[in-house]
Every structure is written in C-alpha cells, then in structure tokens.
C-alpha cells in the first residue's frame, strides 16, 4: 500500500511543479497541499522501507495510506480540470471566428478559476485532517528487533538496484542457456529424460554382446514424478521410430506390488507373477496352493512364458523397485526369461541409492524431478568470490537455495517464480534467503500455501512503481493478449511511473515490462525476430488471482463497479458504474451526465468492431465528455473519421488509429499540442511469400501545424503532400519537433522532398533514433528511369544539406528504389537494425555499405530488396549480425564462408524455392533457424542435424490469401 500511495504522491507533486505557474489566484492553497503531500511522501518513503515480516502493515497504516493516495488523486484531478478548462488554445479559432474567440474562453476561464478555487480549498482543509489523524491516531512506522524496519527492506532496495544498474540486459529469450533453463514454458524433463534413455538403448546395441546381461538404466523419481511416465514415453517413441531402426524392441511391463514381503527372490517372484496374472488383486488359494510348491526357476519360467520375451530383442519395465535385496533375486530370473542380445531393463525407483546399485559402477540414473533439474541448473547462476571464506559462503548460499526448491516441489509455479527473481537479482543476501526459506512450509499439503509466499516474496522484491504497474493487469481478465507498446502507454498516461519527463517515464516503463516478463509474472504470446516480447499476458492461474486479490485488498480496483470484460477498457480509478450486462457501445452511445467521465485518462477501444455502428456520435461523444483523456486506442475499431472535436482532447498524449478505415486526411487539421505519439497507417495486410503477396500499405496526412506539437516523440506514419507544402512540413519537422525518436514517414520520389528529408534528419541529429522512409514514385515515372535520375542528386555529405549525421539512429527501414542510391550511404554509420524493400541491390552494393557495419545486428531484406539469387557473406562480413531475415522469393540461395558472421544466432527465411544453405557449420553461435516454406532440401537438414549446438528448426507452411500460419517446431 505505501508504494502504491507513494505513485500517486509523486504524480501530483510532478504536476504541480509543472503547472504551478498557470493556477493564478490559487497557488497559495496550492503550495499548502504541495508542503504536505512533500512530508508525506518522506512519511511514505520511510514506511515503503519497513514493511513487516508478513508484507503488510496493520489496518491503521493501510487507511491512512489509503486516504493519502486518495487525496493525491483528488487533487491532481481538480488541477487538470482547472489547467484543461483556462487553457485558450483549447477554444482559439481560426478565419472570422478568430476575432471573437476570446470573450467566451474569458468567461469559462473565470468560471474554472472560481471553481478550482473552492475545491482546492475543500482539498486543503482535507489535507490538513489527513496529515493531523494521523497524528492523532498514532500512526508510527513499525520496528524491527533491532530497531529498525525489517523483512524486505534490503530486498526491496537490492531489486530497484538492481533494475537500475542492469542496464541493457541481454533478454531472456536471446540467451542460449535462459532460453533453456528459463523457458516460458515449463522445462520438459520428460522429453529431456526421455531422450537420455533412448540414446543408451542405442548404445546398448552397439556394444551389448551374447551371453551379457542387459543394459540396466535406472529412472528416479524423488519428488511428485512417476518414473513410469517416462518408461511409457520411452515406449511410444520407440513405436513411433521402428520402422526407421535397424533393431526392433518387444516392450514388456512387470510391476512390484506395492506391498509384499521381502524375504527371498522366491517371494519376489512369486509376488511379481501374481501382478503379472492379477494386477491390483490377490493371488487366489488354488494358485498360491499349486505357485508355492514350485522353485525360482519354475516360477521365472512362467513369468516369461506369459512375457514372450525369450530369444527377441526385449525392453523391461520394471516399477516400484525400491529395495536393493530384491533386484539380485530379478537378475537371477534374466537368465530364465533368455532375452535376446540388446536386451534392455529400465527400472524406476524413488530411490537414488537404490538407483545407483542396480546401474553399472561409474553410471549416473536417470532423474526425473523438476527439484533436481533447477538444483543443476542453479551451477550455471554463478556469484563471485574472492577467498576461502567467500567460497564458503557461496556453498552455504547453495544449500539454503537447494531447500527452498524442496520446499517448492509441491508447486511448480512456486519454483518457477524463485528461479526467475533469482535470475533478476542474484544478489540476494544469505539472510534474505533465510527468511524465505523459513517462511516456507514443508511441501506436503502446502502447495497452495507456499505459492502465495513466494508470489509475496517476490513481489516485495519489486521495485515500488514497478508494484503499481503488476497490480494494474487485475483490469485485464486472465489469458488476455496485451500488447507492450499499449500497456506502457497506459502505464504513464495512468501516472504509476512519473519520471522528469515523458520519455523518461516511457523508458521506466519499458524496464518495468521485461522485468515482470524476467520474473515470470507474465508470460510472452507474441516475440519478434529479435527476440523482443511484443505482448504478454497474465496465463497462470495463481499468480492472476494473487494480483487481484492483492489489488483488491490495496483498493488499486473496484470490482463492484466494473465487471472484467469492461474493466480494461478504462482507467483503473475511473469510477464508473457498468453491470456485466452492459456493452462499451451502447455506454458510448449516451454517456451518462458524471463528473467521473471528464476524470477519465485512458480509453482503449482495440478491437471494438461494435464501433462501425452509429461510430460518428460515438466518437464525438467522447470528444465532448472524456476532455481528460491522455491515451486514446482506436486501433481496429472500423471507424472511418476523425470528427473535429478531437481537438478538444488537449491533455491527449497517445493517438492511435492504426488498422482503421479512417482515410489518409482525416488528420490534416489536427492540433494536438501536448501529443507525444500519433500512430497511424502501416502495412494492414500482407504474406511472407513476396511472390504471392501484395502489400497494402496506408498512411494518414502529416498535420498542417505540426510544428504545434512540440513534444511529439513518436510520429508513424505520415505521408508528405507532393506540393511544396510538403517540402515545408519536412522543414518543419526538423525545426520543431526536436524530441522526434521514431518517424516514418511516405515522400515522393523528387529532389526536394528528398534534400528536406536529409535536412529534417541533419536537424534531428541529437534525438532521432528509428527511421522508416517509403518512397512513392511520381505518376510519370517508373522504376527504371526513377532509379537513373535522382542517380545524379545525392548531395555530398559534408554539404549544406546534410550537415550532422544522425549519432543516435539505431533503426532504418527503406521502400524504394531511390533509397539504394541516397539514404544508405548517409545513414549506416551507427545502425544496428536494417530493412529494406524494393531497393534492388546487388552484391557489390552489400559488400560496400552493410557487410561492414560495426553494429549491425538484424538485417531484413524483404521484396526486391536484393536482385542476385544467392546471397553471400563472405569472410570478414557482418562482424556483429545475430538476426537475418530473409523475406524475398528472389533469393534462393544463401552461402557463409569461413568467418562470416560470427555471432549469427537467428535465421529466418520465407521462400518460395530453396535450392541451398551452405556453411551453417561455420556459424559457431548458431542456435535457431525458421524456414517459411514448402520443403527444404535433404542436405540441409543433415547440416543441421550435424551442427554442435544441435539449433532448433522450425519449418512453417507459408501463408496464402490471409489464411493462418501453421506452424509445427521439428527436432532434425
């Protein structure tokens, strides 16, 4: 509860330090709740750092940090109104209208003022009751033994640390050993066993000789596991795979009773015959009568006569063999059972020791426990030390982390979830390990129990903003796909992390979505070809009811109000009443008269198709009463305009319109002043297989006062007039917008759109990080002759209009034959992700401008982006490429020499005709490859299947006329 109070804290002070200056008559009232909510937020702070031993404070504490979190937003919401409505450039108009624009926006601005006034006056009086209950009630910050606020404290600290000093982090999935040991998925030991047990059975038969006994391998099962569920794997695989073996295996099962006297092998085999004829039952009186006269031999006889195993290539199964006196009695019977050469025993035990009697001396069993498979794994998260007495130290660490994962085996959520916060921050203290391991229960009957610990441990360990951020995905229901770039969005449009600026916050953000991705708080649905998670979702059951329960319980949402298939749509404090009954469209076709409705920050109608109905009054609507908005999502909504009125949303920082039918100048008027993203147009519809797919392509009008908009940072993608206004706006662009991070933008294939361009950059030197050009051509020209004559207008680039290389581009994306001749030569120096379409390069054009990019990590090439068939990277090339994306049907072979791309991890290509890989085997790195095609030739597999770090293949069938990717993983 103090972190989440804190957020709110932190977000008022942030604003009022930002509109001070605009509050008129009103500052002192304003700098009195700023005075306090400023020794509040100390107050907070020092709570924040002294949680007690059970994660919560006492009742009390909770209200009073409740009323403070609520003071806070009251009184940042009274300031926006206040700022909104006094605002004149929401009401100056422009032509005739302009004259008389001022009197109106006079008299609502004195209005506003008054009322502002009396409600911050309301809110100064109320801040002084809450800081004096305080007082009042006694409400103290809780002590440790020792005098000082305990449990979580220096976890707390050590993760915000942590998350701060990182850095740039490798992410999870581009790791060879995370992408294994911290797979997103539960590790599969049954497969990993499984394959360890086939491969000795291959051995077995190539060393086994006449008159031998059988191999014997040994499955352990320690923990929950059931041996036996390897032992059936083992079977089917080898069902599956004898027609391709040159040795076939008579599988046969033999299973211990659970109970029967260990006395001889006699009363082994008589007990094991009886399970045999009569599983689960005993053995009747005439049997036993006729079964007790008879010797061991006689009873193995007829023990095999009922397996068929003599003289054929025999697999035995042997379960619940738990007791090292009664295997010599079963080796004993081998003899009768007279298996044929190659024979095999698998026998599954609970037992190591008992394992390791019935294995040959100087072999390891097979273990199949998720306990032993993270225990081994935990060698791999290897901590410092200098001395004898930090090694020490570090086995004592090892110890305490190996009794946690015992604890947790009842739970594999609960395991997982240590594993990843460890991966987070692997310094934790040996005292912090301590308490989580005695907080721990023992696992039998514990496993919820437990998980609810370590999901609290864990959640102690996050960051204080980056709590907010977690409990706000209890809006989404379980199993929801959420994208990234949305839900940082509304993460700081709601205010949960408030940096200096914007992008800061933005940036915090981003951060905070691969940590609660790292610590499996969330888990990935979509990952891009670089390894970056563009959606996530909450998918496991547990941990979705332990952030609402704790959301609930943090009054972070009101379920009373919103029911989870609305709750989404809005802001997390929206206050608004809707029954489970109701629809977001018939709300939005007569929003009801509430004050909470002009309080809303976010509104995301992603997927609304509803809205192609009556879509015109629904969007006015909320031009007319949501006036708070900062985040508006139309994407995929079918609408088809942008009514006027969107001016009025001048608080509005994220527009996005992308996968809508609204039309290319829909935008044109749009003054949007403190709009940070505007995200339109794109590619709506398009196939891998670039002979069979046609692009289609939309962008929207660039704004006619874009030079307004002096915080936009992400502008995507806007398409430049071919008048000379165009030529203005670009000019524009470059002398305004100078906190630009990503632009693209479409332009015609003309001289001076393409100086602006580079003009617009130069000035965007110092901010500019991802750029997407597509060039059109003129309706008078054609590839060719468009290609040959802007040939001759590349400026130099010490010329005046191309004076300062952009030193922080990081992403180029190129569409057009004239980009080949101009863009590239200007803008590769620092570049480490490429695209290209329809740019028609040659080999010599590669080798001179792109194999030798010092940063150079993903390169895409796309339709027409290269015209030779084979593609070869030579010795020396692409030093630093670990992605390639090959996206063309014109491409039908691809060649490494010795020493070309080194740190190749990753390659992807949709074809329409392989004819050659070669090389593979020099790319010591390799780890995955992706091919989107029909079929690829018998040779490459066999490169692949010889390749030492034995990559993934993945064979997808390509897409035609929209139909869906089928898409089946395959083990080479």
């Not at 061991?296 to 042997?318: D, T, W």
């Not at 993203?677 to 962008?699: M, N, P, Q, W």
Request: net charge positive.
């Amino acid at each position: 509860m103090a972190d989440l109070a804190l957020g709110a804290v932190h977000s008022l002070l942030g604003l009022i330090r930002d509109e001070a200056l605009l509050l008129g008559r009103v500052q002192g009232d304003v700098q009195f709740i700023r005075d306090e909510m400023e020794s509040m937020n100390s107050f907070l702070l020092h709570l924040s750092k002294t949680t007690p031993p059970g994660g919560e404070h006492d009742e009390q504490v909770r209200t009073w940090m409740k009323q403070v979190r609520d003071l806070a937003c009251a009184c940042s919401n009274c300031i926006d109104l206040y700022v909104q409505q006094r605002d004149p450039e929401i009401q100056r108009a422009s032509g005739r209208r302009g004259y008389v624009w001022w009197l109106p926006w006079f008299l609502r601005a004195v209005v506003a003022q008054h009322r502002a006034a009396t409600q911050l006056r309301e809110l100064k009086i109320r801040a002084r009751d809450v800081s004096e209950r305080r007082q009042r009630y006694g409400v103290q910050v809780p002590k440790g033994k020792d005098g000082v606020g305990v449990a979580g404290t220096a976890t707390s600290l050590a993760g915000a640390v942590a998350v701060e000093e990182r850095g740039r982090r490798v992410h999870l999935v581009q790791d060879a050993y995370l992408r294994r040991v911290l797979d997103f998925t539960e590790p599969d030991i049954l497969k990993d066993c499984t394959e360890v047990v086939l491969t000795w059975l291959a051995a077995a038969n190539t060393t086994e000789e006449e008159g031998q006994w059988p191999r014997v391998i040994a499955v352990v099962a320690p923990d929950k596991e059931d041996g036996r569920e390897v032992a059936k794997e083992v079977s089917r695989r080898l069902a599956s795979l004898q027609p391709s073996l040159q040795f076939e295996y008579s599988v046969r099962w033999l299973r211990l009773p659970e109970y029967f006297p260990i006395a001889t092998s006699w009363h082994l085999l008589y007990s094991m015959l009886g399970e045999l004829r009569h599983p689960g039952l005993p053995i009747s009186d005439d049997e036993a009568a006729v079964w007790g006269k008879m010797e061991e031999g006689q009873l193995a006889s007829m023990i095999e006569r009922h397996l068929q195993v003599k003289g054929k290539r025999s697999l035995i199964v042997l379960e619940r063999l738990n007791d090292v006196h009664v295997w010599e009695g079963f080796k004993r019977a081998l003899d009768e059972f007279g298996c044929a050469p190659g024979s095999a025993v698998i026998v599954t035990t609970n037992y190591i020791w008992v394992a390791k009697k019935v294995m040959s001396v100087g072999e390891d069993p097979v273990i199949y426990s998720l306990v032993h498979f993270y225990k081994k794994e935990l060698q791999m998260l290897k901590r410092p030390y200098d001395n004898a007495t930090g090694y020490q130290e570090e086995i004592a660490l090892r110890t305490i982390m190996c009794d946690i994962l015992k604890k947790s085996e009842a739970s594999d959520t609960c395991m997982k979830l240590f594993f990843h916060s460890l991966y987070c921050n692997p310094d934790w203290s040996k005292q912090e390990l301590e308490r989580l391991r005695s907080i721990l229960e023992l696992p039998d009957d514990a496993q919820e129990t437990n998980a609810s610990k370590m999901l609290m441990f864990c959640y102690n360990t996050l960051p204080k903003d980056f709590k907010s951020c977690l409990l706000y995905l209890a809006i989404f229901p379980q199993g929801q796909e959420i994208r990234r770039s949305s839900l940082v969005g509304r993460w700081v449009a709601e205010g949960f992390i408030t940096k200096e600026d914007w992008s800061s916050s933005v940036h915090q953000a981003e951060r905070c979505f691969d940590e609660l991705v790292d610590r499996w708080f969330v888990c990935p649905v979509s990952i891009g070809a670089t390894g970056k998670v563009k959606s996530c979702k909450v998918q496991n059951v547990v941990i979705h009811r332990f952030i609402s329960e704790l959301a609930k319980i943090e009054s972070f949402i009101d379920r009373r109000r919103l029911s989870h298939h609305l709750a989404w749509h809005f802001s997390s404090h929206s206050g608004l009443w809707l029954r489970r009954s109701d629809t977001v469209t018939g709300f939005l076709q007569s929003l009801p008269p509430s004050s909470q409705l002009q309080l809303l920050k976010v509104l995301d109608l992603q997927g609304c198709k509803d809205l192609e109905k009556n879509k015109n009054q629904y969007l006015k609507n909320i031009c007319n009463k949501m006036l708070l908005l900062k985040y508006l999502s139309l994407r995929g909504t079918g609408i088809t305009h942008l009514p006027m009125k969107i001016n009025k949303l001048q608080q509005l920082e994220v527009l996005d319109i992308r996968q809508t039918k609204v039309p290319h100048y829909a935008t044109k008027y749009i003054v949007l002043p403190k709009l940070k993203r505007l995200l339109a147009g794109g590619i709506s519809d398009y196939t891998t297989i670039s002979s069979v797919a046609k692009e289609s392509f939309t962008a929207v009008e660039m704004p006619l006062k874009i030079e307004k908009m002096i915080y936009m940072e992400v502008l995507s993608h806007v398409q430049v007039s071919r008048s000379q206004k165009g030529d203005a706006m670009l000019q524009k662009i470059g002398r305004r917008l100078w906190l630009l991070k990503k632009l693209g933008v479409v332009i015609y294939n003309k001289e001076t759109h393409i100086h602006n361009l580079l003009g617009a950059i130069s000035d965007l030197s110092e901010c500019l990080q991802s750029l997407s050009v597509r060039i059109k051509l003129l309706p008078d020209s054609d590839n060719t002759t468009s290609k040959i004559d802007t040939a001759a207008h590349i400026p130099a680039p010490e010329s005046s209009v191309f004076k300062n290389p952009p030193k922080l581009l990081e992403s180029l994306s190129i569409n057009g034959i004239t980009s080949t001749q101009l863009l590239l030569p200007l803008l590769v120096c620092q570049l480490s992700k490429i695209t290209l379409s329809n740019t028609l390069l040659n080999h010599n054009y590669v080798d001179a401008y792109l194999a030798k990019l010092p940063k150079l990590r993903c390169l895409r090439l796309r339709c027409k982006s290269y015209v030779e068939s084979t593609l070869t990277l030579k010795k020396g090339d692409f030093q630093c490429l670990e992605y390639l994306l090959v996206e063309s049907s014109d491409i039908t072979s691809i060649s490494f020499d010795v020493g070309a791309a080194p740190m190749l991890e990753k390659i992807m290509w949709a074809f329409t005709s392989m004819e050659s890989l070669t090389g593979i085997g020099h790319l010591t790195v390799l780890k995955e490859l992706e091919f989107i095609g029909v079929s690829i030739p018998y040779q490459v597999r066999e490169d692949i299947v010889a390749h030492p770090n034995h990559p993934v293949l993945k064979l997808d069938q390509p897409r035609v006329q929209g139909e869906a990717v089928r898409s089946a993983s395959m083990t080479p």
